[in-house]
């Protein structure tokens, strides 16, 4: 005789479900964070702080919008730190800072101002405010911890400007961030000589840093200190945006970019050249100095994107404009740094005379510690390239 059996199967109730999402929640957590709990730790600080540098964005846009486009008292073309709540005018004024009552008063636009909880010192907010030369309303996180913050300027960081991976040295160079070292790491370039701002892409006022500026100087760039985060080894890839003006130039090698060092033994340095007849000229230290060169590539008054890339294969490649350009081999086997030196930006630091500065303007200098893949530098390029 058969037998029919029935079984009954329970269903989870909806506080079961809840309760096993919730600890699901809690271990991916968890697992985040262990996996690197200072980074982790300190993105989600930055996110705070992007938030609060957008409220202060909306209070002053408001403001303005009551008060026929005027600018609250106080603010100018240098970037001040905002005075917190608790401080009164005299005493905000009396510290070189930046009052903001007109925000707070009978909390019109804003309860309190915010408050990094970096902030160091007693009266400020760990926030700054300025005017750039747009006449927009810039602001930015002193105690940003793993890149610039800064909201109020179309060419602020929290637009796109491609991938931030294994990102060790980046150097904007123009009236917002200078030489300041925009990857995190600090490594702030410090300037010399002639270097003025100048015209950059897309027409952007003060948008680079023109090395011409200045030709009875003979000895001008920008100069970053040495540190062994810019020991790359042999997977690399760095680049820069180039406006190229030979013409104007005093000398046929031309820095773009170079640890400086190039003598024996100094394995691993390299020098980024323009070189004459529209060459591009790598001179990398692999005991002796290797010359690769690329021909033809570079255009006399106009802007170019140039990238370098290492991949552990040792061969160097070019991209011009987003195109490759070749592939060049190292002779023997390329090695690691030896001896660490600074870093120089349109000037080659062991010249005492004009033979190798730059004819023409950089920006947006980046260095990072890993090979770039194609979709990458497509992407940096695209990011920053004239609209």
Same mark, same amino acid.
């Given at each position: 005789?058969?037998?029919?059996?029935?079984?009954?199967y329970?269903?989870?109730t909806?506080?079961e479900?809840?309760?096993?999402?919730g600890?699901?929640?809690v271990?991916?957590?968890?697992?985040?964070?262990?996996?690197?709990?200072?980074?982790?730790?300190?993105?989600?600080?930055?996110?705070?702080?992007?938030?609060?540098?957008?409220?202060i964005?909306?209070?002053?846009?408001?403001?303005?919008?009551?008060?026929k486009?005027?600018?609250?008292?106080?603010?100018?073309?240098?970037?001040?730190?905002i005075?917190n709540?608790?401080?009164?005018?005299?005493?905000?004024l009396a510290?070189g800072?930046?009052?903001?009552g007109?925000?707070?008063?009978?909390?019109?636009?804003?309860?309190?101002?915010?408050?990094?909880?970096?902030?160091?010192?007693s009266?400020?907010?760990? /926030?700054?405010?300025?005017?750039?030369s747009?006449?927009?309303?810039?602001?930015?996180?002193?105690?940003?911890?793993?890149?610039?913050?800064?909201?109020?300027?179309?060419?602020?960081?929290?637009?796109?400007?491609?991938?931030?991976?294994?990102?060790v040295? *980046?150097?904007?160079?123009?009236?917002?961030?200078?030489?300041?070292?925009?990857?995190g790491?600090g490594?702030?370039g410090?300037?010399?000589?002639?270097?003025?701002?100048?015209?950059?892409?897309?027409?952007?006022?003060?948008?680079?840093?023109d090395?011409l500026a200045?030709?009875?100087?003979p000895?001008?760039?920008?100069?970053?200190?040495?540190?062994?985060?810019?020991?790359?080894g042999?997977? *690399?890839?760095m680049?820069a *945006?180039?406006?190229?003006?030979?013409s104007?130039?005093t000398?046929?090698?031309?820095?773009?970019?170079?640890?400086?060092?190039?003598?024996q033994?100094?394995?691993?340095h390299?020098?980024?050249?323009?070189?004459?007849?529209?060459?591009?000229l790598?001179?990398?230290?692999?005991g002796i100095n290797?010359?690769?060169? *690329?021909s033809?590539?570079?255009?006399s008054?106009?802007?170019?994107?140039?990238?370098?890339?290492?991949?552990?294969?040792?061969?160097?490649?070019?991209?011009?404009?987003?195109?490759?350009?070749?592939k060049?081999?190292i002779?023997?086997?390329?090695?690691?740094?030896l001896?660490?030196?600074?870093?120089?930006?349109?000037?080659?630091?062991?010249?005492?005379?004009?033979?190798?500065?730059?004819g023409?303007?950089?920006?947006?200098?980046?260095? /990072?510690?890993?090979?770039?893949?194609?979709q990458?530098?497509?992407?940096? /390029?695209?990011?920053?390239?004239?609209?």
């Open positions: 005789m058969k037998k029919v059996i029935i079984i009954n329970s269903a989870f909806l506080v479900v809840l309760l096993v999402i600890v699901v929640a271990l991916a957590t968890a697992i985040i964070i262990a996996v690197n709990p200072l980074h982790q730790l300190a993105a989600a600080r930055d996110s705070t702080r992007l938030k609060s540098l957008s409220t964005q909306k209070a002053i846009n408001q403001y303005q919008v009551d008060h486009g005027a600018y609250p008292n106080g603010l100018v073309t240098k970037l001040q730190e005075c709540n608790d401080v009164v005018q005299s005493q905000c510290d800072k930046l009052y903001l007109e925000l707070t008063n009978n909390q019109e636009y804003l309860t309190r101002l915010p408050v990094d909880d970096l902030a160091t010192s009266l400020g907010t760990g /926030y700054q405010a300025a005017i750039n747009a006449g927009r309303v810039v602001l930015s996180a002193m105690y940003a911890e793993l890149a610039s913050i800064t909201v109020g300027d179309p060419d602020s960081l929290l637009r796109d400007f491609g991938t931030a991976e294994g990102l040295g *980046w150097w904007m160079l123009n009236d917002l961030y200078g030489a300041k070292d925009l990857s790491y490594k702030n410090n300037l010399f000589g002639g270097v003025a701002t100048s015209t950059g892409m897309n027409n952007k006022i003060n948008g680079s840093y090395f200045n030709l009875v100087v000895y001008a760039g920008v100069s970053i200190p040495s540190t062994n985060i810019h020991d790359v042999t997977a *690399w890839t680049g *945006w180039f406006y190229n003006n030979l104007s130039a000398g046929t090698m031309q820095t773009i970019l170079t640890r400086n060092g190039q003598s033994p100094n394995y691993g390299w020098w980024i050249i323009a070189y004459s007849n529209k060459k591009l790598l001179q990398i230290n692999n290797v010359n690769l060169i *690329w033809a590539v570079l255009i008054d106009q802007w170019q994107h140039l990238v370098l890339r290492m991949n552990n294969d040792n061969a160097v490649e070019l991209f011009v404009n987003n195109i490759a350009k070749g060049k081999k002779p023997g086997v390329y090695k690691e740094v001896v660490r030196n600074s870093i120089s930006l349109g000037a080659y630091n062991g010249s005492t005379g004009p033979a190798y500065r730059l023409g303007k950089l920006a947006d200098v980046r260095i /990072y510690n890993r090979p770039l893949s194609n990458e530098i497509s992407g940096w /390029y695209n990011a920053t390239k004239t609209k």
